[in-house]
């Protein structure tokens, strides 16, 4: 254990590490992205890997970041160099970058039936893989940094580590790590008290959002459906290019005043935690949802109020009481008074459009099976009667 302590003291304040640039494999680890390649076999522990130890299997070659190479990693002009300055558990300046470190050594050994049987080195290069994917596509369509949701991305990279036991003096491992913007910020969670079944409690009178400025400002409802609007508004934007968080939780969401070191005169949203959203590009079955839109969806497309369940209390609970049928509710009634019109200039909502041409290919395709089944029943009958119509020669 004193050497385990030892080993995460290498991501301490003051450390240096050398981080080398790494393509990592597509999105996977979930049901709705393919295996990569060579991977099938590897996710779960080998009989010569089950009497491994955690700290063995990490180090362990067959276990370091998939698609990791080190050809050039003695080169200095192939590297980047970078000093910890704090954990995120204290206050940093604004003008750093955070890495998200994803060292198998330091995953929990049980987790969820649901989640898999995979051993702890295939899932951290799972969510490597499912974090940086979702961050490339979405700095891929310059929708990354301010005045975006997602902080800006400054690429996927490895570095080296030593361990501090005996065992392994000499050696060294791998860890793979995502490079993104400080968004110098409080949590909507973090903001929040919370009452029965986690309903959000917003903050009464003038909060800080930072502990080292003037920047301040009072929760009112108005200033919380604010800062919603923006969260909702940047989340079609990335729904739009095919990356969905299907349910937003008050923990992703951080709220700020800043752009780095500069005070904004409006709140930033920002949403982080991309492992856990999908990359429609990088499914085995993309949708292709919003192809034929001309426009971003508009809010009420994508949104009700089950998928923002999480955020109940910092709108209004009201929102929740039912209407007459036919009416719109007080949550559709706010999308359209904030966002306009379904179609717009700015926003698509059409999908019967995109139904009915989903619809009629599904029945072109079901008629096509049809025709075919018929032609192929046909055509048995057709042998089966000539066949009983031959009957054998007698000498």
């Known amino acids: 254990m004193d050497c385990l302590r030892a080993d995460i003291r290498q991501y301490g304040r003051g450390k240096k590490l050398t981080l080398f640039p790494h393509s990592p494999p597509d999105p996977h680890g979930r049901s709705t992205y393919k295996v990569p390649n060579g991977l099938k076999e590897k996710r779960v522990l080998s009989e010569r890997e089950e009497d491994m130890s955690m700290t063995a299997l990490c180090f362990d070659n067959d276990n370091q970041p998939h698609l990791l190479d080190t050809s050039q990693h003695d080169d200095p002009a192939n590297s980047l160099g970078v000093e910890i300055i704090e954990n995120l558990a204290d206050d940093i300046d604004g003008d750093n970058q955070v890495l998200l470190i994803f060292d198998p050594l330091f995953f929990p050994e049980d987790v969820p039936e649901e989640e898999g ?231 698509s909502y059409k999908v019967v459009y995109r139904r009915q041409w989903l619809l009629r290919e599904k029945q072109i395709k079901q008629e096509l099976k049809r025709r075919a089944k018929r032609q192929e029943v046909g055509a048995k009958r057709e042998a089966t009667k000539e066949n009983s119509e031959i009957k054998p020669s007698r000498d």
């Open 117 to 347: 049987p995979w051993k702890v080195t295939s899932r951290a290069d799972m969510k490597l893989s499912r974090e940086a994917g979702a961050y490339k596509e979405l700095h891929g369509y310059n929708l990354t940094g301010y005045p975006h949701l997602a902080p800006q991305y400054y690429g996927c990279w490895t570095t080296r580590l030593i361990s501090y036991s005996p065992e392994f003096e000499g050696m060294t491992r791998h860890v793979g790590l995502v490079l993104i913007e400080y968004i110098q910020g409080t949590s909507i969670r973090d903001l929040c008290r919370h009452g029965a079944d986690e309903v959000l409690i917003p903050p009464k009178g003038r909060i800080c959002v930072h502990t080292d400025g003037p920047d301040s400002f009072n929760f009112t409802e108005d200033k919380r459906l604010d800062i919603l609007a923006l969260l909702l508004a940047g989340v079609v934007e990335q729904v739009y290019k095919g990356v969905w968080h299907e349910y937003v939780e008050p923990e992703n969401v951080l709220v700020t005043m800043r752009n780095k070191s500069a005070i904004l005169e409006t709140p930033r949203v920002a949403l982080i935690a991309y492992d856990i959203c999908t990359i429609d590009s990088k499914c085995k079955k993309p949708m292709n949802r919003w192809e034929r839109f001309p426009h971003t969806p508009h809010p009420s497309k994508c949104f009700d109020l089950a998928k923002l369940y999480g955020l109940g209390g910092w709108w209004p609970l009201k929102w929740e009481e039912k209407v007459e049928e036919g009416e719109l509710s007080p949550f559709e009634a706010w999308l359209l008074e904030r966002f306009g019109p379904l179609d717009s200039d700015k926003y």
